[in-house]
């Protein structure tokens, strides 16, 4: 399992509390937040599934390379972070 | 007639309410947020307000209690697209599937209840067929291959700005595309002719001046009672038909200037036609630094210049596409500014009522 906490930005629009959520890559892990709770996955992904241009995700502390794919591994007991990327100032 | 004005802004949706003192800010909503757009169902008194949060996206909420309360719906969303397709706009772009707006909505007709269209940045029309709770691409439009020669005009990238259903028979729809002239279809979205003959185009080289696939009108309205009269405010003219688009006449004696992003039009004399007229595309400013609306009564022969109740010093007020609008009596128009000024005449324009001058920067005015 990982844990996947949200901005705090994502709260004026929907709750979005951190959540415990099982999968070996951050596809899949996200893919079972989702799950319980779909709304929130158009925040986080646009329409081909890639990461939103201005959204970042980090597991264990470094932003994960394949933004499109989401196949970086999570390990056992990651701490993912999906965060705005601070972009325009 | 309406006593209620929905006004989308940069900072969220404004609900202006007539009332015993006048025309007065009644709520805010959505404060903070992106609202693009403000659309009424006509049929169902159903309101949307489209939200465009730079980080998280598109969004579009639905009111079914005149903007009192409001419950997200679903965005429209693009299809995957095929791996290896190489799907390039007319500036050789690549085209991003990817949701950047909601431009435009309108109502289907009176014969099929729940149906909605969505025009859409970069330049996909959606339909849906339950009030928003889910929408589909028209694939017939999107994969016609004159759509590679459109590019972006109010955008980076090509948007469906203007909707106009037919209110005789609802499978005839007329929309506006920036840039990429007026497109109809007579079998409700099977196929697809585009209708901009007789529209010119400045910005680009002579040769193309006159292709009607790259034409770049502001907005498109449709008069109600006469649906082949139509407006367009273009972006280097003002263009008028009456014969449902199959042809366009440019209007050149406007003064004080031809050039403006919104029209209105009179929802039973197809004559009658506003304008919120500007110093042209590279400084887009009032002229003289003074907010007046055109007016014609005779289809663009003669126009007047309104101006009472309105600033005539210094006002750098430049009004977008979709922040002018008409109530269904014809005699009520409103009409929002970048600097967040909202003006309403209940005179047909003769006279302008201040309802503020402190609003966010204004995108969309719209009757409710």
Redesign the interface.
């Given at each position: 399992m990982a844990t996947v906490t949200f901005t705090a930005?994502?709260q004026?629009?929907?709750a979005a509390p951190p959540i415990e959520a099982a999968g070996r890559t951050v596809r899949e892990v996200l893919e079972a937040a989702f799950q319980s709770n779909p709304?929130l996955k158009?925040?986080?992904v646009?329409?081909?599934?890639a990461i939103?241009r201005?959204?970042v995700v980090f597991v264990n502390g470094r932003a994960i390379a394949d933004r499109l794919g989401l196949t970086d591994a999570v390990p056992e007991g990651a701490e993912v972070y999906v965060m705005?990327?601070l972009s325009g100032g | 007639m309406s006593d209620r004005i929905f006004a989308a802004t940069r900072k969220g949706l404004f609900t202006i309410e007539r009332g015993a003192s006048g025309w007065k800010v009644a709520r805010a909503a959505f404060l903070g947020s992106t609202a693009g757009l403000s659309y009424r169902d006509p049929r169902n008194g159903d309101v949307f307000v489209t939200l465009g949060h730079g980080h998280f996206g598109s969004k579009l909420h639905k009111s079914t209690d005149n903007g009192e309360t409001w419950k997200e719906c679903a965005a429209p969303v693009y299809p995957k697209k095929p791996e290896g397709l190489s799907d390039k706009d007319g500036a050789g772009k690549e085209v991003d599937w990817n949701l950047k707006a909601i431009w435009s909505m309108a109502a289907g007709g009176e014969n099929e209840p729940g149906a909605l269209w969505a025009g859409t940045i970069p330049g996909g029309l959606f339909k849906s067929t339950d009030s928003g709770a889910s929408w589909n691409l028209v694939r017939p439009l999107w994969d016609h291959p004159k759509r590679h020669e459109w590019f972006g005009g109010g955008a980076d990238d090509p948007g469906i700005h203007s909707v106009c259903v037919d209110p005789r028979d609802s499978r005839h729809v007329r929309i506006g595309i920036s840039c990429g002239g007026v497109w109809m279809t007579a079998d409700g979205g099977e196929t697809w002719t585009c209708r901009a003959d007789g529209m010119r185009a400045e910005y680009m080289p002579p040769a193309r001046q006159r292709d009607p696939n790259i034409q770049d009108p502001h907005i498109m309205v449709q008069c109600a009672a006469k649906p082949d009269a139509l407006w367009v405010q273009h972006h280097n003219g003002i263009f008028r038909t009456t014969d449902g688009a199959k042809s366009w006449t440019e209007i050149t004696n406007v003064p004080p200037s031809v050039f403006g992003f919104a029209v209105a039009v009179h929802p039973t004399e197809p004559d009658t036609a506003w304008f919120v007229p500007a110093r042209k595309d590279e400084y887009r400013y009032p002229v003289d630094g003074k907010v007046v609306v055109s007016r014609t009564r005779d289809g663009g022969k003669t126009f007047e210049t309104l101006r009472k109740g309105l600033p005539q010093e210094h006002a750098y007020d430049l009004t977008f596409r979709h922040a002018l609008d008409i109530d269904s009596t014809g005699n009520r128009l409103a009409f929002g500014s970048t600097t967040g000024s909202l003006w309403v005449t209940e005179d047909q324009g003769d006279s302008w009522i201040t309802v503020s001058e402190h609003l966010p920067p204004i995108y969309c005015v719209r009757f409710g």
């Amino acid at each position: 399992m990982a844990t996947v906490t949200f901005t705090a930005n994502l709260q004026q629009h929907l709750a979005a509390p951190p959540i415990e959520a099982a999968g070996r890559t951050v596809r899949e892990v996200l893919e079972a937040a989702f799950q319980s709770n779909p709304r929130l996955k158009s925040y986080v992904v646009d329409d081909q599934g890639a990461i939103r241009r201005h959204m970042v995700v980090f597991v264990n502390g470094r932003a994960i390379a394949d933004r499109l794919g989401l196949t970086d591994a999570v390990p056992e007991g990651a701490e993912v972070y999906v965060m705005q990327a601070l972009s325009g100032g | 007639m309406s006593d209620r004005i929905f006004a989308a802004t940069r900072k969220g949706l404004f609900t202006i309410e007539r009332g015993a003192s006048g025309w007065k800010v009644a709520r805010a909503a959505f404060l903070g947020s992106t609202a693009g757009l403000s659309y009424r169902d006509p049929r169902n008194g159903d309101v949307f307000v489209t939200l465009g949060h730079g980080h998280f996206g598109s969004k579009l909420h639905k009111s079914t209690d005149n903007g009192e309360t409001w419950k997200e719906c679903a965005a429209p969303v693009y299809p995957k697209k095929p791996e290896g397709l190489s799907d390039k706009d007319g500036a050789g772009k690549e085209v991003d599937w990817n949701l950047k707006a909601i431009w435009s909505m309108a109502a289907g007709g009176e014969n099929e209840p729940g149906a909605l269209w969505a025009g859409t940045i970069p330049g996909g029309l959606f339909k849906s067929t339950d009030s928003g709770a889910s929408w589909n691409l028209v694939r017939p439009l999107w994969d016609h291959p004159k759509r590679h020669e459109w590019f972006g005009g109010g955008a980076d990238d090509p948007g469906i700005h203007s909707v106009c259903v037919d209110p005789r028979d609802s499978r005839h729809v007329r929309i506006g595309i920036s840039c990429g002239g007026v497109w109809m279809t007579a079998d409700g979205g099977e196929t697809w002719t585009c209708r901009a003959d007789g529209m010119r185009a400045e910005y680009m080289p002579p040769a193309r001046q006159r292709d009607p696939n790259i034409q770049d009108p502001h907005i498109m309205v449709q008069c109600a009672a006469k649906p082949d009269a139509l407006w367009v405010q273009h972006h280097n003219g003002i263009f008028r038909t009456t014969d449902g688009a199959k042809s366009w006449t440019e209007i050149t004696n406007v003064p004080p200037s031809v050039f403006g992003f919104a029209v209105a039009v009179h929802p039973t004399e197809p004559d009658t036609a506003w304008f919120v007229p500007a110093r042209k595309d590279e400084y887009r400013y009032p002229v003289d630094g003074k907010v007046v609306v055109s007016r014609t009564r005779d289809g663009g022969k003669t126009f007047e210049t309104l101006r009472k109740g309105l600033p005539q010093e210094h006002a750098y007020d430049l009004t977008f596409r979709h922040a002018l609008d008409i109530d269904s009596t014809g005699n009520r128009l409103a009409f929002g500014s970048t600097t967040g000024s909202l003006w309403v005449t209940e005179d047909q324009g003769d006279s302008w009522i201040t309802v503020s001058e402190h609003l966010p920067p204004i995108y969309c005015v719209r009757f409710g």
